[in-house]
């Protein structure tokens, strides 16, 4: 991300707003909140957990579902810790850290530095962030570790809390979270994953033999990993336990470009099809690249506070499997019965971590807005503008008064329906209120049950975003929530 374009961004809603709203009604609560929070560490609430499953099922399905050639793994968190000798992890997996003196707080350098440098471009100094960025990409490329530590001298970077430049040298920390398994005089070091990938690698075998694969043929799996962040800020956007969605793509060496171009659009239609405006995403061709990777693209989300990353695509060559036959001693080749040779295949990742999804889709969600009444009265709304197949409740049902038979007949279409959909039952007196609640967890339709309905057995549906109101018959209810609030309604739009 380049520091203007962090500057760039626009949003009619602060950061801070998001975190109020998705903590007072129930999508994400710092975790074990009652003894004041783990840092960096959240849970999911009723809303937040439907949310977030109905975007991993998205995922899931227009990955293994709509490719025939891509198929589903769900591998253990720990695994054997070769593993993370093979795949650089224990080496190379590091950031450079720097502690200031006087606060005792450690930070990552490169954020501080790109802080530094956004502040110089609020100050019209654009040339110099520049100069600083670039210096800074060079060190990073380079492993230069004195040379940050130059340029956080030569540029008087200081502490935000202690506002010195007092600082150790610059230093690398490996990010990998370590435990002990078996007993305490003979334990082994392990790892928890700090990516998924790793566990697809080491059953490439598996899954090509067993599910009888042919290349080029694809990988899935959903799951935790963590990493050691030092920085821990902007809420679930850098997380030290978070959920991976990752996709390992085995191709024919060679043909890694034009596999690379076609992943990198089917991603940007993913994000098309959840309704995301073309402006608010920017696919950012990485400079310096990880140590697996000859070429990688972050897709990145205008959140408030700038374009960020929430997917990677790399083109990850031969490394993996390489490495790994490598240190297992086991070759993990394919013999390709078109070829008639055996090789080890070539690796297109995509990469997607599942919270800033969510935090991306409710960041795009949260709308306010105000509504002229008449000429002198304006009334303001906020709801959450979410896609209805990812929102956490798919209709609310009302009866428009406690009494006369209405209660009964809205509990009798909560029963029928409740077997197709998620749903809200409420009975509270005013209809503002219950839709305004609504509005605030994204529910894209509420139905009411008045007197009406008891004649003619039509229903009223108000629609969210629109807040339009009609009628309908009750028999057309499953067809009108399906057509509009099913993940199939999302995988079609990915065919267009
Ligand atoms: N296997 C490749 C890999 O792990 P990465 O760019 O380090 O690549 C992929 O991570 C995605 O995982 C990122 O685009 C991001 O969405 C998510 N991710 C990484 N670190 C994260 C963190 N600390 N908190 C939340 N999500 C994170």
């Avoid at 009652?34 to 991993?56: E, F, T």
């Avoid at 968190?77 to 070769?82: G, L, V």
């Avoid at 398994?181 to 790892?191: H, K, M």
């Avoid at 790793?198 to 075998?205: D, K």
Wanted: aromatic share 12%.
């Amino acid at each position: 991300m380049s520091t203007t374009d962090a500057l760039l961004y626009s949003s009619d809603h602060t950061f801070k707003e998001l975190i109020a709203h998705a903590q007072r009604y129930g999508f994400i609560y710092p975790s074990s909140e009652i003894y004041d929070g783990l840092q960096s560490i959240y849970d999911y609430g009723p809303y937040g957990v439907a949310l977030k499953r109905n975007l991993q099922n998205f995922w899931w399905q227009s990955m293994t579902q709509l490719h025939q050639n891509i198929v589903g793994i769900d591998s253990a968190i720990m695994m054997h810790p070769t593993t993370w000798k093979a795949s650089g992890h224990i080496d190379g997996f590091s950031d450079p850290m720097v502690d200031n003196k006087d606060s005792k707080k450690r930070y990552r350098v490169d954020l501080l530095i790109e802080e530094h440098a956004m502040q110089l471009v609020s100050q019209g100094k654009s040339n110099q962030s520049k100069g600083l960025m670039e210096a800074m990409e060079r060190c990073l490329a380079a492993g230069d570790l004195p040379g940050l530590d130059e340029l956080l001298q030569q540029f008087g970077i200081v502490c935000p809390l202690s506002k010195t430049a007092d600082w150790t040298p610059v230093r690398q920390f490996n990010l990998m979270f370590s435990t002990q398994v078996g007993a305490q005089n003979d334990a082994t070091t392990i790892y928890l994953r700090p990516e998924t990938a790793q566990g697809i690698f080491v059953n490439f075998l598996n899954v090509q033999k067993t599910a009888r694969m042919k290349i080029p043929f694809g990988i899935a799996q959903v799951g935790k990993a963590f990493r050691n962040e030092i920085v821990a800020r902007q809420f679930t956007f850098r997380m030290r336990e978070f959920e991976q969605m990752e996709m390992q793509f085995f191709i024919q060496p060679g043909t890694e470009k034009c596999w690379f171009d076609y992943w990198q659009e089917n991603r940007k239609n993913w994000y098309s099809s959840l309704g995301i405006e073309q402006e608010k995403i920017n696919i950012y061709p990485h400079k310096q690249l990880a140590h697996y990777a000859t070429a990688a693209v972050d897709i990145e989300y205008a959140f408030p506070f700038g374009y960020k990353e929430v997917e990677g695509i790399h083109s990850r060559t031969d490394f993996d499997l390489t490495s790994h036959q490598h240190y297992a001693k086991k070759k993990l080749q394919y013999f390709d019965p078109d070829l008639k040779k055996s090789y080890i295949p070539y690796v297109i990742e995509t990469s997607v971590g599942l919270d800033r999804l969510v935090l991306m889709l409710l960041s795009n969600a949260l709308t306010k807005e105000n509504n002229p009444v008449n000429e002198e009265r304006t009334t303001s709304r906020t709801y959450l503008k979410l896609p209805p197949p990812l929102a956490p409740i798919k209709s609310a049902i009302f009866p428009l008064v406690n009494k006369d038979g209405l209660a009964e007949k809205a509990l009798t279409l909560f029963d029928q329906l409740k077997y197709d959909f998620p749903l809200i039952y409420e009975a509270t007196p005013s209809i503002g209120k219950r839709y305004a609640r609504q509005d605030l967890i994204g529910t894209p339709y509420s139905i009411t049950i008045d007197y009406q309905t008891l004649e003619d057995e039509t229903v009223t549906i108000r629609e969210r975003d629109s807040m339009r109101q009609y009628r309908i018959h009750m028999s057309e209810i499953t067809h009108h929530l399906a057509s509009t609030t099913s993940i199939k309604s999302l995988l079609l739009q990915l065919k267009k």
